[in-house]
């Protein structure tokens, strides 16, 4: 097997993408896990194939050094589950937005997560539309004013995390583009992950929407107002490590260490693998000012994916079937011989 190094990974196009786009920060991770990726699944790069639709974020396929296909408005999800369903021996990445994935292909998006597809989808979350010049999108804050809601957006927005999970999703992630080591980390284990895997990246839009994530992702205060989770680490954050979250009347809260006889052991302790949705639904949804912002695998467990219970269908119906060949088929019932 061909040792790679993440140069392998990049093509030789320009990046299109504006100067301090947080979508460069997702490419450059991706490019790094790809060889640890590699070396892990035992898989070449020609096994990578890169699926989008349409969306800054889906110019991706054209960044990196492996097959892809960049697809039409919200369609990626479709496209994705066909070319997996059809070898199921690649590697399948769906690049999306927050608009791509769950306005226009909101529909192929739940039910590709239902299905339990094996394929790792990013989704680029800049909370507005950034290729067709700044419109409000699922994601755009309650009250937002855009070219599209001149008077401030009436709609509430989608907790992508929370339409995963409800869709029984067994695999979401949620990364943010300054975060380059910990998004890297996330890469390597939703291609780990056998099924489904969504991974909701919060980037910036420098031009549409600059600080779309400014009050976490700022350097002074984002240790406090974000929490990084690791299976088996009591969940602790905060500057000075002695902030905690517990678990008090089936509700998540926020403690001081050493307060009130709160020490670490109090804490909870994160587990990715743990089937009862409901503490990851009340991780996924944690927000400030209350709470910090959950990041890293929130949920990986596992389930039979889509595409294996496809082909163990087909192994079913070939051993079964008393037709194995075309010319039987052909020669199978009524037939007449024309002279």
């Known amino acids: 097997m061909a040792t790679y190094t993440q140069q392998d990974f990049k093509s030789d196009q320009v990046v299109k993408w504006c100067p301090g786009c947080g979508d460069h920060a997702i490419l450059a991770a991706v490019l790094r896990a790809m060889p640890e990726i590699c070396e892990k699944q035992n ?13 800054c974020s ?6 990196v050094n492996t097959y892809g296909f960049h697809g039409i408005h919200g369609r990626a999800g479709a496209l994705a589950t066909g070319v997996k369903v059809a070898n199921p021996n690649l590697s ?8 791509d994935a769950l306005a226009i292909g909101g529909n192929h998006f739940i039910h590709e997560i239902r299905r339990n ?3 790792n989808i990013i989704l680029f979350n800049n909370k507005i539309y950034g290729l067709t010049k700044g419109q409000y999108s699922p994601t755009s804050k309650f009250g937002m004013v855009t070219k599209t809601s001149p008077y401030g957006s009436v709609e509430q927005p989608f907790t992508p995390g929370d339409i995963v999970l409800g869709a029984r999703g067994s695999f979401f992630a949620r990364g943010l583009d300054v975060e380059m080591a910990l998004n890297q980390e996330i890469i390597v284990r939703a291609a780990m992950h056998s099924g489904c895997s969504v991974m909701e990246m919060l980037v910036n839009c420098m031009i549409f929407n600059n600080g779309a994530h400014a009050e976490i992702s700022d350097r002074q205060f984002r240790a406090d107002r974000t929490i990084i989770l690791r299976d088996g680490e009591p ?16 509700k998540l809260k926020v403690v001081r260490i050493g ?13 990715s ?14 927000k400030g000012p209350d709470f910090p912002v959950a990041l890293g695998v929130i949920r990986d467990v596992e389930e039979k994916s889509y595409d294996q219970n496809v082909a163990e269908q087909i192994e079913q119906v070939k051993e079964n079937s008393k037709i194995h060949s075309m010319d039987e088929l052909l020669n199978s019932g009524a037939t ?4």
């Open 336 to 339: 007449w011989e024309v002279k």
């Open 92 to 99: 399948v990445w769906q690049m999306t937005g927050d608009g």
């Open 58 to 63: 889906s110019r991706f396929p054209y960044y």
């Open 273 to 286: 693998k743990e089937d009862n949705y409901g503490i990851h639904s009340m991780l996924v949804n944690m």
């Open 117 to 119: 597809v094996d394929v």
């Open 259 to 271: 307060e009130n006889g709160i020490t670490e052991k109090d804490l909870l302790v994160h587990n």
């Open 43 to 55: 898989i070449k790069r020609e096994q990578f194939v890169f699926v989008s639709g349409i969306g």
């Open 235 to 250: 969940m602790i954050f905060g500057k000075e490590r002695n902030m905690g979250i517990i678990l008090d009347s089936l």
